[in-house]
T-cell receptor
Framework: AQSVTQLDSQVPVFEEAPVELRCNYS??????LFWYVQYPNQGLQLLLK??????LVESINGFEAEFNKSQTSFHLRKPSVHISDTAEYFC????????????FGPGTSLSVIP | NAGVTQTPKFQVLKTGQSMTLQCAQD?????MYWYRQDPGMGLRLIYY???????DKGEVPNGYNVSRLNKREFSLRLESAAPSQTSVYFC???????????FGQGTRLTVV
């Protein structure tokens, strides 16, 4: 069965600094990978996804993530964060055995410090 | 644009009581999901329904039952609530396996 690890539970970073949120997954078959963001007291919203093709995927608000099959990773990066990026970030995976089954990681709380 | 609607938003139950959480989506999505969110544990999948008429267990199905009433509605039932079921419950839906999941606003459940 697939699983997701997010090693950093909390990441504080100063405004305009770069950030990387780590995500590793476990699966013996092909996967789809997702990053979702949850702002305080809200539901989750999709940030970006990897299905196939180019291993580097980008979102409209400056985030990017790179799929690395050999390291089973899908780390999220942003070169310069803003206060408004403060939120909880969740990595999620679904595997070819059952693409309908979407498993989330424990989340990383990103705090942007002015 | 209602999207995914969950009811109720808040609920307090006594241990042993039962209740049903309701979820409805108006986007004609095929798949629907129930997750619980607990501090430090992220979202854990309780049950999901890949299409109308089918349901499957997720990571933490014990103590819960679900019904995919029709394509729009997917309910979650707690037959005998326990304090360990205190959590925030999210319903989600998506059109296909490679598309975005849309989430409801959550139900905050407290079992005392």
């Amino acid at each position: 069965a697939q699983s997701v690890t997010q090693l950093d539970s909390q990441v504080p970073v100063f405004e305009e600094a770069p950030v990387e949120l780590r995500c590793n997954y476990s699966s013996s078959v092909s996967v789809y990978l997702f990053w979702y963001v949850q702002y305080p007291n809200q539901g989750l919203q999709l940030l970006l996804k990897y299905l196939s093709g180019s291993t580097l995927v980008e979102s409209i608000n400056g985030f990017e993530a790179e799929f690395n099959k050999s390291q089973t990773s899908f780390h999220l990066r942003k070169p310069s964060v803003h206060i408004s990026d403060t939120a909880e970030y969740f990595c999620a995976v679904s595997a070819r055995t059952s693409y309908d089954k979407v498993i989330f990681g424990p989340g990383t709380s990103l705090s942007v410090i002015p | 644009n209602a999207g995914v609607t969950q009811t109720p938003k808040f609920q307090v139950l006594k241990t042993g009581q039962s209740m049903t959480l309701q979820c409805a989506q108006d986007m004609n999505h095929n798949s629907m999901y129930w997750y619980r969110q607990d501090p430090g544990m992220g979202l854990r999948l309780i049950y999901y329904s890949a299409s109308e008429g089918t349901t499957d267990k997720g990571e933490v199905p014990n103590g819960y039952n679900v019904s995919r009433l029709n394509k729009r509605e997917f309910s979650l039932r707690l037959e005998s609530a326990a304090p360990s079921q205190t959590s925030v419950y999210f319903c989600a839906s998506r059109r296909t396996v490679n598309t975005e999941a849309f989430f409801g606003q959550g139900t905050r459940l407290t079992v005392v």
